[in-house]
């Protein structure tokens, strides 16, 4: 027994207990790697090849390499969007700051940010309030229903949506074309009902709960913003 390398001696752990340890602690050498200059890597006879321990590690470095390299193209890809989704909204602002009267505005809002943004629609809806709003039928402006907004946003104020159809009560004619979409929150001022803009897009997946949506928040004060301004309200 006294030969017995399985069996546990008073100077430390057996084999079997050290091996069982290594199992439950996997990357015991990933937080050591000075240890592993100091073991001795099996040598395994396979027909006429040799199999070593290093075979292995090399393996599972060049999956962990593999891996790293997928992680790093995906940030890139993800940058690079975020970048050009940046660059998209900032060319938006500028247009919308350089209209010359309130019907230009509207239009920009209505017709050109679907294009600056690459998307398919994009809408601007007012809650109506019993009274004729000015600019709205001339512009194309949506009136929809006192609560809609309510109804669709709750207190949120941006709602992301994937794989929809689009509600021609939002998006009219164009309607047909949504399959995702971003409603974001419009509150002009105490003194007006509440808003929406509604920005539609035919891919599926161009807007989901999952984005961020600080680009797209801060579009939509810059156009509260703008309205105010024309309309000479009070702040919200």
């Known amino acids: 027994m006294a030969g017995d390398p399985n069996v546990r001696t008073t100077e430390g ?25 100091l073991l001795t890597p099996p040598r395994l006879e396979r027909g006429k090849g040799v199999l070593d321990f290093q075979a292995f590690m090399l393996e599972r470095l060049r999956e962990e390499l593999a891996q790293v ?13 975020n970048l050009n989704s940046q660059n998209r909204i900032h060319a938006a602002v500028l247009f919308l700051l350089d ?16 294009v600056l943004l690459d998307l398919d629609v994009a809408a601007l809806v ?23 907004v309510e ?4 207190r949120r104020p941006v709602l992301l949506r ?11 004619q164009g309607a047909g074309l949504v399959r995702s ?14 808003g929406l803009l509604a920005f539609g897009s035919r891919e599926p997946d161009m ?25 000479d309200l009070p702040t919200a």
């Open 13 to 37: 752990p057996g084999p079997e207990e050290v091996a069982a340890w290594l199992r439950e602690h996997p990357d015991f050498l990933a937080q050591r790697p000075e240890l592993a200059a």
């Open 69 to 81: 390299k997928d992680q790093q193209r995906e940030l890139l890809a993800t940058s690079r969007a």
């Open 99 to 114: 209209a010359r009267s309130f019907e230009q505005f509207i239009q920009t809002v209505t017709t050109e940010l679907a």
């Open 126 to 148: 007012v809650e109506s309030n019993g009274r004729e709003t000015p600019h709205v039928h001339a512009s194309g402006v949506r009136v929809v229903p006192p609560g809609t």
């Open 151 to 154: 109804e669709l946003l709750g």
């Open 162 to 172: 994937s794989d929809i159809q689009g509600d021609p009560e939002i998006y009219g």
């Open 181 to 194: 979409e971003a409603l974001l929150r419009l509150r002009v001022s105490d003194d007006t009902p509440a």
């Open 207 to 231: 807007f989901h709960s999952g984005q961020g949506t600080e680009l797209v928040c801060f579009l939509a004060r810059v156009v509260e913003r703008c309205i105010r301004s024309w309309l």
